[in-house]
């Protein structure tokens, strides 16, 4: 285990606040994901980033914000403006130039008190 | 854009009996299609892949076929064991620079 590291594993959230939720990985991979997973559903993807400093919006990218200061770092900020943040929040990390194993943090688990 | 379908939802098999898992994807340019399984309350891993210019692949006791046609590629698991149970997703991606497309995943579970 280990690789990609996500932090905290829970995380409770006072309604109005924004949260940042950590992801890091030590793979040397270029590309990075943020995942929405609720329960009994899928995957929907967030935000992804292929390489520093650029990243695009997912299906469901309003009320987030992400930034790629770093290859090893994506950060997911979860802002008010999100009105329904409670979820279980996964990172993952691919190598980046072809279409390789796609390997996932175990989770942060969001809730709004 | 890419959609994958997943089929079913949930699936219930008794130990020892075989297990299929359907997907359907709707971007004919999509090119690589992992199967992720998640056991609960764990991080969904990676079990078996299959890429365009395959169309089948066996590791053990999982296989995955491809149809690239109908476009649909469907997971197999022979002699199902109690810790097969587990929710599993598949996902459809067309390459560099995209990103993967998620199923919403099936519950499988094996009763003993």
């Known amino acids: 285990d280990g690789g990609i590291t996500q932090s905290p594993k829970y995380l409770f959230r006072k309604e109005g606040q924004n949260v940042t939720l950590s992801c890091e990985q030590n793979?040397?991979?270029?590309?990075m994901y943020w995942y929405r997973q609720d329960p009994g559903q899928g995957l929907r993807l967030i935000y992804y980033?292929?390489?520093?400093?650029?990243?695009q919006k997912g299906d469901i990218a309003e009320g987030y914000s992400v930034s790629r200061e770093k290859k090893e770092s994506f950060p997911l900020t979860v802002t008010s403006a999100q009105k329904n943040p409670t979820a279980f929040y996964l990172c993952?990390?691919?190598?980046?130039?072809?279409?390789?194993?796609?390997?996932f943090g175990q989770g942060t688990r969001l809730t709004v008190v | 854009g890419e959609n994958v379908e997943q089929h079913p939802s949930t699936l219930s098999v008794q130990e020892g009996d075989s297990a299929v898992i359907k997907c359907t994807y709707s971007?004919?340019?999509?090119?690589?299609f992992p199967w992720y399984k998640q056991e609960l309350g764990k991080r969904p891993q990676l079990i078996i892949d299959?890429?365009?210019?395959?169309g089948e692949k066996k590791d053990q006791r999982i296989a995955v076929t491809l149809n690239k046609t109908a476009k649909h590629f469907s997971l197999h698991i022979t002699e199902t064991q109690p810790e097969d149970s587990a929710v599993y997703f598949c996902?459809?991606?067309?390459?560099?620079?995209?990103?993967?497309?998620f199923g919403p995943g099936t519950r499988l579970s094996v009763l003993p």
């Open positions: 993952a990390s691919t190598l980046g130039p072809q279409n390789t194993e796609a390997f």
């Open positions: 793979l040397n991979h270029d590309a």
């Open positions: 980033s292929q390489i520093v400093n650029d990243f």
């Open positions: 971007d004919s340019a999509s090119n690589y």
């Open positions: 299959i890429r365009s210019n395959v």
């Open positions: 996902a459809a991606s067309r390459g560099y620079g995209q990103n993967f497309v």
